[in-house]
């Protein structure tokens, strides 16, 4: 199967959100990316995750972790086409013809416009042993914490044992949610369908000036049990705010801050890997432009979250280590 250069090139440039639109996709705008609202259809893999970037070419699965520049790397990775197949169907497949002269595309409804609800897992009616087992043994994350979550509702168990975070707008309704598993043999994570990342999982701290920023919940409730342990207070998580970015995207920093003009001052504790620092040192430079105090707290392993393990784990390891004679 022989495609040209020209073909290449062409194929390169063709916008993925035009691409899924022209395929009968209903395609949201959410903040800085396009969401595929999936009403029930069967796609290939699970697309609720997907967000295709302010560019309309580069695009990641946030629950699997792959990525691309282009339509040609999407129907690569998620469609099972080789690359000279993808190249063809963007340049002269029948299911994308005539690219040169393509009919009108559909309208890309915003976030405002589309009318699909917020699909919540459904909650277990068994105890949160799964949860609870996860959250303070795995990650180490205080009880008191994680109770807490679970009492303001932001915090679940469903029905297959995955722990629930939930983001809740002005009013106080689910407006996000994200599921992590609980396994950890095989690790899973994602955005629920008809989540808005606008009100990604946060908790509120009495302290109304400094924002402390993270990708995940597990992160954000990581770092307010560090807190915890460093002043041996276990209500010392309730003082600073905490917001998440569901990825690196600051799509929920700029609507909190719209909504908090009484911040001033913004700690990024983002991963520590490329896409999370390129992330932090861009918010830092971005944000001090617009007048605000920008530190960036970069882990010292992985995240903040392997950080606190190491933290709480020096003292038991010292503990067991034999006395010298």
């Known amino acids: 199967m022989h495609v040209t250069s020209e073909q290449k090139e062409e194929a390169s440039k063709i916008d993925l959100v035009d691409y899924l639109l022209s395929k009968g996709y209903e395609i949201v705008k959410r903040g800085n990316s396009y969401k595929i609202n999936l009403h029930g259809r069967k796609y290939p893999g699970d697309m609720s995750s997907l967000s295709v970037f302010d560019n309309r070419r580069g695009w990641k699965r946030w629950s699997t972790g792959e990525h691309g520049g282009d339509t040609i790397s999407f129907l690569e990775k998620n469609m099972g086409m080789s690359f000279q197949e993808a190249v063809i169907e963007l340049t002269g497949g029948k299911t994308y013809s005539d690219i040169s002269h393509p009919r009108p595309a559909p309208k890309v409804l915003t976030n405002e416009q589309s009318e699909k ?15 609870f087992a996860y959250l303070t043994k795995t990650r180490m994350i205080d009880a008191c914490i994680v109770n807490q979550m679970c009492n303001d509702k932001k915090l679940y168990q469903d029905v297959h044992g995955n722990v629930v975070f939930v983001g809740k707008d002005e009013n106080q309704s689910p407006r996000f949610a994200c599921v992590r598993g609980t396994n950890t043999d095989k690790p ?11 009100y990604a999982f946060s908790m509120e701290g009495t302290n109304k000036v400094k924002l402390y920023i993270f990708e995940a919940p597990v992160d954000l409730m990581s770092h307010a049990t560090l807190a915890n342990h460093y002043v041996d207070n276990s209500n010392a998580w309730k003082i600073h705010s905490r917001i998440c970015l569901a990825g690196t995207s600051d799509v929920s920093l700029e609507h909190y801050l719209k909504s908090h003009p009484y911040v001033k001052e913004l700690h990024f504790c983002l991963d520590n890997d490329e896409p999370g620092r390129t992330a932090a040192a861009k918010y830092c430079d971005k944000y001090s432009r617009l007048g605000y105090v920008t530190v960036n707290h970069c882990p010292k392993l992985k995240d903040i979250n392997e950080d606190l393990i190491s933290f709480l784990e020096k003292p038991r390891q010292n503990k067991n280590k034999p006395m010298k004679k």
């Not at 609800?117 to 949860?131: A, M």
């Open 188 to 198: 899973f994570k994602g955005d629920c369908d008809g989540s808005d990342k606008r």
């Open 117 to 131: 609800p917020l699909n919540l897992p459904q909650k277990t009616e068994e105890k949160y042993s799964r949860l």
